[in-house]
């Protein structure tokens, strides 16, 4: 028996199982044909969680501690240590979006992946180096006799600069690629892959929460109790052996090809810049039909003025195809998502700042002797929730899901989200409620006016708040890393899930940007405003319900927002 193919060649009955085995759209490391049995799946995916596990220790292996190396090290204030570090960390946060387009357009996500390793470990290797530069002793240092000795070396300061910006540089590069990189060796046509592949962002993040936990507690121990200059080596060690682990993987990975060769950018923003040139023109009926097209969409519709000539007439895929518009419209359908997110990231920020404050004024005694450090609730609650939550995600609530729903993830990606959204919504709002009992019982007990005295109250009010958070982190978290992994053309796959990270990072700052603006409104007249250094005079619970009213303020008016906005981008007319 033979199979005739469009081609005229006949493929025996025997070769049909190797023509099932081939992987479309992928390569090896040697650029041939991907072999589905011989690649890909958790054998490559396991060197790459490695990879992202090892990065997210290297970051935070620094970056968790670095307000205390700048206040003691460095002799910095702690008003200019805060704006170093919101400096950096904004940074940090964009820096993905440029890794990600230059993975996309030029090098592709292995190349980067690799170049921002050889980064990481330039950049933890300068930074160990310029610890070792013992040119200033805080400890020595009398501010009130001579302001000028208590400053470090200009040269020291330029280095370290230099080297920490460079780790912002290399996280830039291997944040979204390296975790892109790992669902493309997942094939989204194969049943059986398309249900490991929403697996992996599960245990991705799993283990990029919790994978890192102890070690982190060492190496904070070790940078204030031993050295510095060993605190920002072992991670740069760590990176080192992750780029050897990772190449040993390279003959299993598969890697996905660009069908025809086209800058994914270059194309895509090509539609953007031709739709707006032709906005005045009239609304066209499309009609060309191109083999392999995804339907045609209803919403954002003015994109397809992007096949017009400037005289109006329909040019058959010489400037814009289709398939350009519909990959430009795959991505501002983003738009409103990503929007719609900002509230839940304003309040994915808290628990490492006000949530801690919080904690730090009450009990927190765990048994008669040991006391539970107010910045280990975070830890404690929220990783545990997420490392207990996810597995029980995977292996128990899906399964469940996927027999009612007969989907392969279970829940829709837009639904595990709501879900997130929703969680976090109840958090903040346990958090007010939780933040007005503890005003009650300071002034209850004669508290007000004695800031360091501990209110009488279990730190397990707390939990509540901490485990929301870390199980809407479950929900929310890993389905905007899917979400927006899956809604992006194959080319674009690391600007998706830089997209995603942005959101956070721009929360990150709206969120500064709410606290220091609150405050400068409410303090006067003798009061210290909502956040006074006196938290049993502040007001962290009106800033909660505040919160909780933007999430839902959010929910409920963006998608009247969306629907205003797919109207007057389909007006041809529109002004």
């Known amino acids: ?283 066209i009926d499309i009609s060309i039909e191109e083999e392999g097209v995804l339907p045609r969409t209803g919403s954002h519709l003015f994109l397809e003025k992007a096949l017009l000539t400037p005289d109006g007439s329909i040019v058959d895929g010489k400037i814009c195809s289709i398939s350009d518009v519909e990959d430009a419209k795959s991505i501002l359908r983003l738009a409103p998502i990503w929007c719609a997110c900002l509230g839940y990231s304003i309040v994915y920020a808290q628990p490492a700042t006000l949530f801690t404050k919080q904690a730090a004024t009450i009990d927190r005694h765990i048994t008669s002797t040991f006391v539970l450090p107010a910045a280990s609730l975070q830890q404690c609650f929220i990783t545990v929730s997420i490392m207990f939550g996810l597995p029980i995600y995977d292996r128990v609530f899906v399964p469940i899901a996927r027999a009612i729903t007969k989907k392969p993830s279970g829940l829709s990606m837009l639904t595990r989200i709501s879900i997130g959204l929703f969680l976090s919504l109840s958090s903040i709002v346990f958090a007010a409620l939780v933040e007005r009992k503890r005003l009650a019982i300071a002034r209850e007990y004669g508290l007000e006016d004695i800031p360091g005295a501990l209110i009488p109250m279990s730190v397990w009010w707390l939990a509540p708040q901490y485990v929301l958070s870390g199980v809407a982190d479950v929900f929310a978290m890993v389905g905007l890393q899917e979400f927006f992994y899956d809604q992006v053309p194959s080319e674009l796959k690391s600007i998706g899930l830089a997209m995603y990270l942005s959101i956070l990072g721009i929360g990150s700052l709206l969120s500064s940007f709410l606290v220091s603006s609150i405050q400068k409104a409410t303090i006067g007249n003798g009061q210290g405003g909502w956040f006074s250094d006196n938290l049993n005079h502040a007001h962290l619970d009106y800033f909660y319900w505040l919160l909780a009213g933007i999430m839902s303020e959010v929910r409920l008016v963006q998608p009247w927002i969306r629907q205003w906005l797919y109207q007057k981008m389909s007006d041809g007319n529109a002004d």
């Open 1 to 283: 028996m033979t199979i005739k193919v469009t081609t005229g060649d006949e493929i025996s009955e025997a070769e049909i199982p190797l023509l099932n085995d081939v992987v479309p759209g992928a390569v090896d490391y040697k650029g041939r044909t991907s072999v589905r049995s011989k690649s890909g799946c958790w054998k490559s995916a396991s060197f790459i969680i490695g990879a992202g596990v090892a990065e997210r220790f290297a970051y935070y292996g620094i970056s968790s501690n670095l307000v205390s190396y700048l206040t003691g090290n460095l002799g910095q204030s702690t008003a200019t240590a805060a704006s170093i570090l919101n400096a950096w960390f904004g940074t940090s946060s964009l820096l993905p979006i440029l890794g990600a387009f230059v993975a996309d357009s030029f090098s592709g996500r292995f190349r980067m992946i690799v170049v921002s390793c050889v980064l990481y470990i330039s950049g933890l290797s300068f930074l160990s180096l310029s610890a070792s530069l013992h040119t200033f002793d805080a400890s020595k240092c009398n501010p009130a006799a001579n302001n000028t000795a208590c400053a470090p070396n200009q040269l020291q300061l330029m280095f370290f600069f230099f080297s920490l910006y460079l780790v912002a540089l290399a996280q830039g590069g291997l944040t979204p690629c390296v975790q892109a990189f790992g669902a493309d060796q997942f094939d989204e046509e194969d049943e059986n892959e398309c249900k490991a592949k929403s697996s992996f962002f599960n245990w991705w993040y799993c283990f990029a929460v919790g994978g890192i936990l102890v070690p982190l507690l060492a190496l904070t121990y070790i940078q204030e109790n031993l050295s510095w200059e060993l605190g920002f080596g072992i991670p740069a060690i760590v990176m080192c052996f992750t780029l050897v682990l990772f190449l040993i993987g390279t003959p299993n990975y598969r890697f996905r090809t660009n069908a025809d060769g086209r800058n994914p950018f270059v194309r895509i923003t090509r539609v953007f810049v031709n739709a707006a040139r032709n906005w005045r023109a009239a609304p």
